[in-house]
């Protein structure tokens, strides 16, 4: 039997000023009266509804044998062809999507630049998703713009390198799994285990693109030697850079990447033998992070996203397995590839620490909750969101820290949370078979010969905080509480712990990049909210003075702690006043102390340490 013939897409960034990209698909054999083309509702990766599909502006469908096609649209995502000629001709469809959204998970296009998610612009076809696709994407036809490129992990299939011309996909599953930038960008190249690796950065910027390469190719190198196998032939990283911006997105053989141009290697960096500041150690801890998922998530995937498609919601209660550990990972890499130091890991945890423990959230959703409820509650953040969700990103982070601490103490150093992921990769990812709901649980407990149920109900399935100071200790760390200094102060790593004064707090949260007092956030069981304060309040007076963003928290700093303070705050239009008590800032900034022999760490703890910041590469 022959192999079916291939679904051929065309894509054309046809007017660029307009935001529109034009795309063809040649459906050949159609085999029946009427065929159903639908576009997904969601991209992976990203847990939220999305209706990629309302950006379509116009489609229409014909054949040659048949003329025009009837085009009925079934719901917000889905159209049936009707009078087609089985026997006939191939089928052509064409649409054009309108692309203005500059995220790493749907399309954008104007005269700097083009870039999409095959979410976003492939209409799949029912019953043929199995089938190969040619996909020849072209340049954009205003001679101005002839000296665009194009970048993309798809298989070139006649293309030139970083050139428009033809590709292809095995299945419509792989065709949307390749995000496409095109337009003028800078390249960074670079070699992991003989597998091309590069960057492509689009936008203003004046990155030092060795820095980058000699940076990135040490956080991939770890990542892969921990897992013990590189299962790919090529990996992109697909980076628009941004005034202020930041996040991410996976793909098998890519990930796209949005962040703020500070967040790059300045010009010359490269010699300086400092560690990256925070900006740049931010933007590797995103590669990093998206890197890992690679392996995690990508391949090693909840059963639930194996067995359902991208028309719904798909509920697991697994997400903080594969983001918070991810996360988790994503700096251990860092400090395991020789990025950063010990104390620059520690800062980032006790950084993540500080960002948990700060959201009263944390004692009212569990983390496997909020995993199953991804899709309506954090990706769906209001004004009471610090107060009743806890992030599986963060949390999760934190979970995945305990787990390996607590793996590492009780074999006495024999199994690590790296021999659980090596033992997903290989059961799951390698095979392809689901991770079913408690299937981490299961091979954690198998790997180490540990019973990790109590840990497990603790960590994921009730809301009490993870007491991580016993576990710090065990590798010659010393972790205390206290109040922050301000509203920056995030903690992190110091020499020696010194006594803090708790300052008077109220208990809110400013609206970021205003310049009035507009509450974002009134944080549960504080005076604010005992007060009567709302977020979307606009605080214009402490105690008769004049209240604004940038001055607030010093007039709040001047109150007295259990002395009332009138303060005065425009709700919509209405003038109010609010009897407010301060009271003593809560301790819930976490501080990082490393320990030597000489503070009081003994030789086992030095060593579990040693073994736990070891890279992975030998």
């Known amino acids: 039997m022959s192999d079916p013939a291939p679904l051929s897409y065309r894509v054309t960034p046809l007017r660029p000023e307009a935001h529109l990209f034009a795309v063809e698909l040649l459906i050949p054999e159609p085999a029946a009266a009427s065929l159903t083309l639908a576009l997904p509702a969601w991209i992976p990766g990203s847990y939220m509804i999305r ?40 089928v052509t469809v064409r649409w054009e ?29 029912a019953g043929r998703e199995d089938r190969p696709c ?57 070699e992991v285990q003989g597998v091309p690796h590069a960057m492509a950065l689009t936008g203003r910027q004046h990155a030092d693109l060795d820095r980058l390469s000699a940076d990135l190719a040490p956080i991939c190198a770890e990542h892969a030697a921990m897992f013990g196998e590189l299962p790919i032939d090529r990996y992109l990283f697909l980076t628009m850079t941004v005034g202020s911006g930041y996040g991410g997105l996976e793909h098998r053989f890519s ?33 990093s992070h998206e890197y890992f998922h690679l392996w995690n998530v990508k391949r090693i995937r909840p059963r639930v996203f194996v067995e359902n498609g991208l028309d719904r919601e798909v509920h697991t209660r697994l997400l903080w397995a594969f983001e918070g550990i991810t996360s988790y990972y994503d700096d251990l890499a860092l400090v395991r590839s020789g990025r950063i130091d010990a104390k620059g890991c520690l800062e980032l945890l006790a950084e993540t620490i500080t960002r948990v423990y700060r959201n009263p959230g944390r004692l009212a959703q569990t983390l496997a909750e909020s995993s199953f409820d991804a899709w309506t509650k954090f990706y769906k953040q209001d004004e009471n969101a610090p107060n009743a969700i806890v992030s599986y990103y963060a949390k999760g982070a934190l979970a995945a820290l305990a787990l390996d601490l607590t793996i590492r103490r009780d074999t006495e150093g024999r199994c690590s949370l790296d ?33 990790l149920d109590g840990f497990f109900d603790h960590a994921l399935d009730a809301t009490e905080d993870l007491d991580l100071v016993p576990l710090f200790a065990t590798v010659g760390v010393d972790m205390r509480w206290r109040p922050a200094s301000g509203a920056t102060d995030n903690g992190g790593v110091v020499d020696s712990f010194g006594d803090v004064e708790p300052r008077p707090d109220i208990g809110i949260r400013l609206q970021s990049d205003a310049r009035d007092a507009m509450l974002a956030v009134v944080l549960d069981r504080r005076p604010a909210q005992r007060a009567g304060l709302a977020p979307g309040d606009q605080i214009i007076a402490v105690d008769g003075i004049k209240a604004d963003a940038a001055g607030l928290e010093a007039l709040l700093g001047r109150t007295i702690i259990g002395e009332p ?22 301790a819930d900034t976490c501080e990082l102390r490393l320990l030597d022999a000489a503070s009081g760490a003994d030789d086992a703890a030095l060593a579990r340490r040693s073994a736990w910041l070891a890279s992975s590469v030998r």
């Open 419 to 451: 021999d659980v992921m090596r033992a997903l990769w290989q059961r799951h990812g390698r095979t392809g078979e689901g991770v079913e709901e408690r299937g981490v649980e299961a091979v954690a407990a198998e790997v180490t010969g540990l019973d």
């Open 255 to 287: 990930s796209s990447l949005l962040c703020s141009r500070k967040e790059l290697p300045a010009s010359g960096s490269k010699d300086v033998p400092a560690p990256p500041d925070k900006d740049y150690r931010r933007f590797l801890g995103l590669c």
């Open 51 to 90: 209706d990629f599909a309302r950006n379509i502006v116009s489609l229409a469908a014909e054949q040659a044998a048949a003329g025009p096609l009837s085009v009925t649209k079934l719901d917000k995502q889905t159209w049936r062809l009707d009078g087609i000629d089985s026997d006939g001709a191939v």
């Open 97 to 125: 999507v309108y692309a203005w959204e500059l995220t790493v998970r749907s399309a954008h296009l104007d005269r700097t630049h083009g870039y999409f998610n095959g979410t976003s612009l492939f209409l799949r076809v």
């Open 134 to 190: 040619r996909v020849e994407l072209l340049p954009p036809p205003d001679p101005d713009l002839a000296d665009w490129r194009l970048a993309t992990s798809l298989r070139r299939d006649g293309a030139e390198p970083w050139g428009f011309g033809t590709y292809r996909a095995d299945d419509y599953e792989d065709l949307i799994d390749h995000p496409v930038e095109m337009g003028r960008f800078a390249l960074v190249e670079y």
């Open 565 to 586: 303070v009138i303060i005065h705050a425009f709700r919509r239009d209405e003038l109010m006043t609010f009897d407010v008590i301060p009271e003593p800032a809560p």
